[in-house]
């Protein structure tokens, strides 16, 4: 059965990082661009980070650029987010996601690879 889990969220104080991983079965990992996003309170999810199948090419949201770091390691079928100079404004459930385009996980448009999985908090205090 095809699934993903996120691990990695807790509280973290205003200037911290935290490294999120998101672990895949079911599918063949390398095939298909994989992303980040994330759904605060009251708000709609939005995209945060998006990298290609071979690890070749990434994209970030304007809000997390220079701060945040996608990577993956496709020998373990995971992905990861590595978050620094945390903000209060980056409090939200982060989730991991694939598609068959980039452009689909950019624009969170299109069939997602997964059903979405429980996903993992992440909570930055000032």
């Known amino acids: 059965q095809a699934q993903l889990v996120e691990l990695g969220g807790g509280l973290v104080q205003a200037g911290g990082s935290l490294r999120l991983s998101c672990a895949a079965s079911?599918?063949?990992?390398?095939?298909?661009?994989m992303g980040w996003f994330r759904q605060a309170p009251g708000k709609e999810r939005e995209f945060v980070a998006a990298?290609?199948?071979?690890?070749?090419?990434?994209w970030y949201s304007d809000s997390v650029k220079g701060r945040f770091t996608i990577s993956r390691d496709n020998a373990k079928n995971t992905l990861y987010l590595q978050m620094n100079s945390l903000e209060p404004e980056d409090t939200a459930v982060y989730y991991c996601?694939?598609?068959?385009?980039?452009?689909?996980?950019?624009?969170?448009?299109?069939?997602?690879?997964?059903?979405w999985g429980q996903g993992t908090r992440v909570t930055v205090s000032s």
């Open positions: 996601n694939a598609a068959p385009r980039y452009t689909d996980l950019i624009l969170l448009q299109g069939a997602f690879t997964y059903d």
């Open positions: 079911g599918r063949t990992f390398t095939t298909y661009p």
């Open positions: 990298i290609t199948g071979n690890g070749g090419s990434t």
